[in-house]
């Protein structure tokens, strides 16, 4: 279902001197070349099979990528960053064999400074422990992936991450004051700083930031963080369909109120839930899952209650730590959950303005029917982002799956939204970037990407299509 391009590999003498290289700079227990222990590291959390790497370096310090960079660049060997392996567009998937240069043992997070709420990590550290460690000290670190528990912070940093969070507290770039990465050839450079202004020259990193790994691979990360808030509560909403559901979502943003989370689930998820063993009212056929937090949250969560109601058939405030950890355990299982119902599973995370989510739900069933596709929606209605989900068994479907996730696309920017709010586009959507952007962007966003990787090494195949979109 994901198309991987065919993109040449490197000749074979120069794989070869290049692991050589690799084996004198780094030592063999960084260096794996076994095919064996290579092709695990061929995919990563999406449905894409990319090629077996020639090597895989497992890198334990700044030096260790730079050398490897270095070493890359001077054979023309292709280089694959890789974090946690948890992206769901192939982001960290190799398409032309190569190093892919894995990031998950540099996992120490090196400061956390109190008085001026920063945090120093480096890229391997699994953003649940992050969350753990500051908040243990009263502190905030807001992004929160619903895969915070197997994530790390380099991948987060590649595809600027969400979450359910996102609403009222914002996404990864949002947290990231600097950063420290290298180029190809072994370049290292840190731009940033650690301070809450500053306005010194182009933003590198915010350009950085949601690369994907095709600028740069980082090796650390100053991050922004807030207080704690002092109370949090949660809410669960169930509502007849998923259009009252929908319209729940305009009152509570048209209220002023901001919820700092605002999750949707349509009537085929809650069948999902209900089929993993969650006892969900048989009446509901869509649920919000709605958080706040702050000095008076139960206060808020009043108001919310209020407005929320009026199109709700039941409203269920958790009344301790106990009620929201279970109210939220399903729904951090539903990417798992939804994969058990058929053999094959792809989930776009598409956006569109909040006022057009009702519109986008319709369409999505109209584009289900025209296509006989089984799908399921759910994600962060608070900010438009939903992930819908195609769902079918046998092969002879996909090609009715893949014209319905091209509809999908068209139907999102012709709603003024965008083609993806947190998974990045990596392999999976880089057929569809011509959907949104026109071509002479996307050839400036190239003349960029030259400017950090003259020759095409880092990542390649992600992100810009290889040949121009097949509708255009």
Not at 42 to 60: C, K
Not at 127 to 151: I, R
Not at 411 to 426: F, P
């Amino acid at each position: 279902m994901i198309v991987i391009p065919t993109l040449p590999r490197a000749p074979a003498a120069h794989v070869d001197a290049a692991k050589s290289a690799l084996d004198r700079a780094l030592g063999p227990s960084k260096v794996i070349t076994a095919d064996a222990g290579c092709a695990p590291y061929a995919r990563d959390d999406s449905a894409a099979l990319g090629t077996t790497p020639d090597a895989v370096v497992i890198a334990t310090s700044r030096e260790d990528v730079a050398k490897t960079l270095e070493i890359a660049a001077r054979y023309g060997i292709p280089v694959t960053p890789r974090a946690g392996g948890s992206g769901r567009t192939g982001g960290a998937v190799p398409v032309a064999g190569g190093i892919v240069l894995a990031t998950h043992a540099l996992a120490q997070i090196k400061e956390i400074d109190r008085q001026n709420l920063i945090a120093v990590v480096e890229p391997g550290v699994v953003l649940a422990a992050l969350h753990a460690e500051v908040e243990a000290l009263g502190l905030f670190y807001p992004p929160d992936p619903n895969s915070a528990d197997l994530c790390m912070i380099g991948g987060n940093l590649g595809e600027n991450a969400g979450g359910p969070r996102a609403f009222k507290y914002g996404v990864t770039r949002d947290y990231v004051l600097g950063v420290e990465a290298c180029l190809m050839g072994g370049e290292i450079v840190r731009s940033g700083k650690r301070t809450a202004k500053g306005v010194t020259g182009y933003d590198i990193t915010a350009l950085l930031v949601g690369s994907e790994g095709t600028l740069g691979v980082f090796t650390e990360a100053t991050l922004r963080l807030v207080p704690k808030p002092r109370q949090v509560a949660t809410m669960l909403a169930l509502y007849a369909d998923v259009h009252a559901a929908g319209a729940s979502v305009s009152n509570v943003v048209a209220a002023g109120l901001v919820p700092r989370c605002l999750e949707l689930l349509d009537t085929q998820t809650l069948d999902a839930i209900r089929s993993a063993g969650n006892a969900i009212d048989a009446r509901a056929g869509a649920m919000l899952l709605i958080e706040v937090d702050g000095d008076d949250a139960m206060a808020a969560c009043e108001r919310l209650g209020e407005v929320v109601s009026r199109d709700a058939i039941d409203v269920v405030v958790a009344q301790d730590e106990a009620q929201r950890a279970r109210l939220w355990s399903a729904r951090k299982a539903l990417s798992y959950a939804t994969r058990k119902l058929t053999k094959h599973k792809l989930s776009e995370d598409v956006v569109v303005p909040r006022t057009e989510i009702p519109t986008l739900l319709r369409r999505v069933e109209a584009i289900g029917e025209r296509f006989a596709v089984r799908h399921l929606t759910y994600g962060h209605a608070g900010d438009g982002n939903l992930h819908v989900n195609f769902l079918w068994n046998e092969d002879e479907e996909a090609a009715a799956v893949s014209m319905a996730i091209e509809a999908l696309m068209h139907a999102t920017i012709e709603l003024g939204g965008t083609l993806s709010g947190e998974h990045g586009i990596g392999l999976a959507k880089a057929p569809y970037l011509a959907i949104e952007q026109s071509s002479a962007l996307i050839e400036l966003q190239k003349r960029v990407k030259v400017a950090f990787d003259p020759k095409g090494l880092l990542n390649p195949g992600k992100i810009f299509p290889a040949s121009g979109h097949r509708s255009c």
